[in-house]
């Protein structure tokens, strides 16, 4: 049981080089998240997954794309990257029990673009 | 945008206990509060979770009052491993981080 796991753990882009960033996870929950967190702030909402076959824009979703794949991976898009795309990502699945959500983070995928 | 509010630091000594208030005044009726504690270069992970009164595990205890627009969150005795951020949030349709609460513990 790995839980969630992300691909790359780190990441070197030149401006405009596009990527993807996978994630996957063993425990069968519905939602999938993406986060991004700049140094010394707190995490941003990228994208979210509600369940397969649905994506929901977050707070920060310019320059990104997502793809749920199925109900293990959602997997995040950079098309064009930019400097102001510098950051940690990390995914999260979601365990939805009643009027109770709880959370499990990826490592991370640490993302410079030059 | 987030729904609660949380100093933005603290600092404590070890052996201390530490509470740190989190405000969510427009908490809905069936809305739980959950607390993630957040070490550097890691993702953050579920604390604890709890709806009214007092929740306690093994990690924390979670104060709710009877109106709910706020909770505490107690961590007992903290060590310098405890130096971490630690977020609160009430559901939503998403799940939104705030900038949550940088707790920095001093030998």
């Known amino acids: 049981n790995a839980g969630v796991t992300q691909t790359p753990k780190f990441q070197v882009l030149k401006t405009g080089q596009s990527m993807t960033l996978q994630c996957a996870q063993d425990?069968?929950?519905?939602?999938m998240y993406w986060y991004r967190q700049d140094p010394g702030m707190g995490l941003r909402l990228i994208y979210y997954?509600?369940?397969?076959?649905?994506?929901d824009k977050g707070e920060v979703p310019n320059g990104y794309n997502v793809s749920r794949l199925n109900k293990r991976e959602f997997s995040l898009r950079l098309e064009s990257a930019a400097p102001s795309q510098t950051s940690v990502y990390f995914c999260?699945?979601?365990?939805?029990?009643?009027?109770?959500?709880?959370?499990?983070f990826g490592p991370g995928t640490r993302l410079t673009v030059l | 945008l987030a729904k609660t509010t949380q100093p933005i630091s603290m600092d404590s000594y070890e052996g201390q206990e530490v509470n740190i208030t989190c405000s969510h005044n427009?908490?809905?009726?069936?809305?739980?509060i959950t607390w993630y504690q957040q070490f550097p270069s890691q993702g953050p992970r579920f604390i604890i979770q709890?709806?009214?009164t007092k929740v306690t595990n093994e990690v924390a205890s979670l104060f709710i009052p009877a109106d709910r627009k706020s909770s505490t969150l107690s961590l007992p005795r903290v060590s310098l491993s405890d130096t971490a951020v630690y977020y609160c949030?009430?559901?939503?349709?998403?799940?939104?981080f705030g900038k949550g609460t940088r707790l920095h513990i001093l030998p």
């Open positions: 427009n908490i809905a009726t069936n809305d739980y």
């Open positions: 709890g709806y009214k």
């Open positions: 997954s509600a369940s397969e076959g649905t994506t």
């Open positions: 949030l009430t559901r939503d349709d998403k799940i939104i």
């Open positions: 425990m069968n929950h519905n939602s």
């Open positions: 999260a699945s979601t365990l939805r029990e009643g009027r109770t959500d709880t959370q499990y």
